[in-house]
């Protein structure tokens, strides 16, 4: 095991029972060396962009897929070789997607039959290795582990944690899951892309379950930390020295400190932007249900964001979650000098809320 990867003795339970007999010893041999020949890459959004980008720039030969043919300069800039037809990812060894919701990656892996066109599950052959780094469901984790086992290929979730800024810095924390020969094929890539993997198991749900509940938590500290910085400010206090001391002291994690002088400095611009967080609680909260768990702060984050997003903040950041709580303490506009903030710029419709 290299020195990034660390090694968990977490227990889940299974979702996918038939799949992981069917591949316990992964898409090929044990003995089998890793990838060599050309990558494919599907998801290419600010994210997939940063972590293509820096494949390519480890030397790694990189198929972008993509729908849209005006996206292609900008790839191949990067060093990659942008198409617009998925059967060109079909002859590589590993694919990974970086895919917004559960709905894109089905359509990727299982292709859509209307227009004819195939997914990786039927074009990819057998043996090659689907690497899944997008936020998605158990559900949709377990549904496509089977159906690449049913066509002899693995499948490897590898949710990350960090924002757009980490992926292009190899800074992305990568929880990794799936048959453990399939792992250590895609090891020298996920060492390419971050900074620490965490493999916590065969069974590829658990690395999902893992991303959702870690991002739940993320979301909870971000609507704590804007209630905080309203009350301070309803009494026309500095909450500077306020977060100085709590992120110095008890509060002094990563999510706590960068997020704490985000919300202070009323930045706002994506980042991850309020839908997408969104989609990702529902997520949380559907699995808390379906374990028969209340998750009652989860609730209120939830319905702030549903706030957020119908006031017009859907391109924002989830650091929004501050402008939210401030505006539900009835401060209505910035507090901060206006050089130090980047949130109208971001969404114009929001120009006018400034004061």
Known sequence: M????????????????????????GSGSNSRPPAQGEIGFVGLGQMG?????????AGRRVIAYVRRPEQQGKLAALGLKPTTNIADLFD?????SMLPDDAAVREIVLGREAVGRDGLAQGLRPGAIHLSMSTISTAAASE??????LNSQGYVAAPVFGNPD??????LYIVAAGAPADVERCRPFLDDLGQRTFVVGNDPTQANLIKLLGNMMTATALEMLGEIVAVFRKRNLD?????????STMFGGRAHKIYS????????????RLPLALKDVRLALAEADSAGVPMPSVEVVRDRMTTGIAHGYGNLDWTALGLIAAEEAGLHGPQQPAATKDWPAANPALAGKAS
Do not use: W
């Not at 020195?3 to 010893?25: G, H, V, W, Y």
């Not at 496509?144 to 086992?149: G, P």
């Not at 909450?239 to 992120?247: E, M, R, S």
């Open 2 to 25: 290299s020195k990034n990867q660390t090694s968990s003795r977490l227990d889940f339970p299974r979702a996918s029972e038939t799949a992981t007999r069917e591949r316990q010893n």
């Open 49 to 57: 962009t940063a972590m293509a980008a820096n494949l390519a720039s």
């Open 92 to 96: 590589c060894e590993i694919v990974i």
């Open 144 to 149: 496509l582990a089977s159906e690449h086992a």
């Open 166 to 171: 980490a992926a292009k810095a190899r800074q």
């Open 239 to 247: 909450a500077a020295p306020f977060l100085d001391i709590l992120t």
């Open 261 to 272: 002088a985000k919300i202070l400095a009323e930045r706002y611009a994506p980042g991850f």
